[in-house]
Nanobody
Framework: QVQLVESGGGLVQAGGSLRLSCAAS????????LGWFRQAPGKEREFVAA????????LYADSVKGRFTISRDNAKNTVYLQMASLKPEDTAVYYC???????????????????WGQGTQVTVSS
């Protein structure tokens, strides 16, 4: 089992920055994929970025490439999402998720993610 707790959301003006954190507990030594997803009101949940606990591979949605950076701190069992140049369309609830049954690759589809955090709200004002 893996438990995920997100933090760092809030209200920010367009052009600003925020850093989200996802603290993981439980089975964190495995090489599974960790992802950030977001869901805006009335829209489906969408992929934002993903990383594994080991290895250099990262994936980003086209909408956030060049603005968002996913990283990890293995010593703290924490994954981060650094968000810069935020836009009003980035407003959403952001979720951290773990695909614990998929090893060795970084996953960007929703289905393989079997553990989810509670989400943290990010609101970008224009």
């Amino acid at each position: 089992q893996v438990q995920l707790v997100e933090s760092g959301g809030g209200l920010v003006q367009a052009g600003g920055s925020l850093r989200l954190s996802c603290a993981a507990s439980g089975r964190t030594f495995s090489s599974y994929s960790l992802g950030w997803f977001r869901q805006a009101p009335g829209k489906e949940r969408e992929f934002v970025a993903a990383i594994r606990w080991s290895g250099p591979n990262r994936l980003y949605a086209d909408s956030v490439k060049g603005r968002f950076t996913i990283s990890r701190d293995n010593a703290k069992n924490t994954v981060y999402l650094q968000m810069a140049s935020l836009k009003p369309e980035d407003t959403a609830v952001y979720y951290c998720a773990a695909a614990t049954l998929v090893w060795g690759i970084v996953v960007q589809t929703t289905t393989p993610y079997d553990h989810w955090g509670q989400g943290t709200q990010v609101t970008v004002s224009s």
